[in-house]
């Protein structure tokens, strides 16, 4: 709990309704069961979200535009640039299939690496759970209508609702293989005792692949993002909180094994200790930060110009563009190419050496620890590590095997995202 006196007085008046504590939960853990199980059993899986990560992000870029008529700087074809510190030998590449730790799995062997909770919707309240991104702005639900694509799910029934409110207008969300479609509506939404009125909900007749019940464990999406990146082109759910003047504009996040928590207006002092190290934002639409360079044991290995790196819970790796990761794992003693066998993008580093690499964000190094970082034995003494490389991608996006590593704050006020030590 935040020390009341620091609180403003409408804060004091939500949290005498209910304290604004998600607890975050995960179906099943990829990340952990990659250490399980093996690597390439969960690849297929982890390969389907980078590529929605990517149109995700794409699909960002393309709303900022609409909602401004600005360019987001990722997005104008401009990669930026980074510059190796040393001389680093080429990557062995691997190629060796015949002592793998495990043999792919088919792709209908779900798991997922969301992380959801609670939110109500409509009046009288409707229960649904939903994955909190803050790499989107758009909420949306499966409604009652959808095609078979939402079989399995909850339904939000806005005819049940006295507070719904049909806009008319329709939408389309592209993630990955897959996108939702239907129409926006606006409705009454609670999450965690804390109201929004006339929020906007996209009610889906459709949704497609990445969407359904054996890939998607909730039944919607919450995006927590700023208002520019809405496709929606209406306010965000944590937007009409702020706006309404439910919760002052900042947010806490911790993403772990157990105990993940969204903590709405401020942070959850029990989940952390220290200072928050502060980094400001360089634009107000995704939580976007200027990367500076790439460490290895705390050392920059390459330093960076014009490079984004952007927040995303929503994401699980830490992905990066294909200079940048090039130069940091040729950067590692034994690291090796794993495309041939993995796909492209995926390296490896010595198991019994993992590094800890790390990220300069406004002139502080954030470190991965070395057991996040690992995603598990591939073959020999390779293993698989966290930072993968997405060709045609010109910015990084920080997602899970980063943020694992801190309490999260997301200060919308204050235009910066802070992290500090989680306990
Ligand atoms: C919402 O409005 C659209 C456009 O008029 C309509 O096609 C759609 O059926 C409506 N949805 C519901 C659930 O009433
Ligand atoms: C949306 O996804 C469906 C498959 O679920 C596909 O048939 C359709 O072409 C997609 N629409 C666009 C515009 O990509
Ligand atoms: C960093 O941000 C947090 C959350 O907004 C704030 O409480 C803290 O005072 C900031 N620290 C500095 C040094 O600005």
């Given at each position: 709990?935040?020390?009341?006196?620091?609180?403003?007085?409408?804060?004091l008046v939500a949290s005498a309704v209910a304290l604004p504590k998600i607890p975050l939960s995960k179906r099943d853990d990829i990340l952990a069961s990659m250490k399980r199980n093996g690597v390439l059993s969960n690849i297929n899986r982890l390969k389907m979200q980078i590529a929605k990560t990517q149109s995700k992000i794409q699909a960002g870029f393309a709303a900022i535009e609409r909602n401004t008529g600005g360019v987001h700087p990722a997005a104008a074809g401009m990669p930026g640039a980074f510059v190796a510190t040393g001389?680093?030998?080429?990557?062995e590449k691997l190629t060796s299939t015949s002592k793998r730790a495990t043999a792919p799995e088919p792709l209908t062997d779900a798991e997922d690496s969301l992380w959801f909770g609670t939110i109500a919707v409509g009046t009288p309240p409707q229960s649904l759970t939903v994955d909190f991104d803050t790499g989107s702005s758009d909420t949306f639900l499966p409604a009652v209508g959808c095609d078979a694509t939402c079989n399995g799910h909850t339904l939000y029934n806005p005819a049940a609702s006295s507070t719904a409110v049909n806009t008319t207008d329709p939408f389309f969300l592209q993630f990955g293989a897959g996108n939702a479609t239907g129409f926006v509506f606006t409705d009454t939404v609670t999450i965690s005792g804390l109201t929004a009125s006339a929020q906007a909900v996209g009610a889906s007749n459709h949704y497609s692949?990445?969407?359904e019940i054996d890939e998607f464990p909730p039944d919607g999406l919450v995006g927590l993002a700023f208002p520019a990146l809405a496709v929606f082109e209406r306010n965000p759910l944590f937007s009409t909180l702020v706006a309404q003047g439910t919760v002052p504009p900042v947010f806490g996040v911790k993403l772990a094994e157990t105990g993940s928590e969204l903590f709405l207006g401020g942070v959850d002092t029990a989940l952390f200790t220290g200072a928050f190290r502060n980094v400001s934002l360089i634009e107000e639409d995704f939580y976007a930060l200027n990367l500076q360079a790439l460490d290895v044991g705390n050392r920059a290995v390459a330093t960076a110009t014009g490079v984004t790196a952007i927040v995303d819970t929503g994401t699980t790796l830490l992905i990066g563009d294909e200079q940048g990761v090039e130069i940091?794992?040729?950067s590692?003693?034994?690291?090796k190419d794993a495309s041939a066998i993995i796909g492209p993008g995926f390296f490896t580093v010595?198991?019994?050496r993992i590094p800890t690499v790390g990220i300069t964000l406004g002139n502080q190094i954030f470190n991965v620890a070395p057991a996040i970082f690992n995603l598990g034995l591939l073959e020999g003494n390779d293993c698989v590590g966290g930072v993968v490389s997405l060709a045609g991608v010109p910015f990084w996006v920080l997602g899970d095997i980063f943020l694992r590593?801190?309490?999260?704050?997301?200060d919308q006020g204050n235009a910066r995202v802070g992290f500090a030590t989680p306990r």
């Open positions: 709990m935040v020390p009341l006196k620091t609180l403003p007085l409408f804060y001389s680093n030998p080429p990557l692949v990445d969407f940091l794992y040729s590692i003693p034994g690291a010595p198991c019994n590593n801190f309490y999260t704050v997301f």
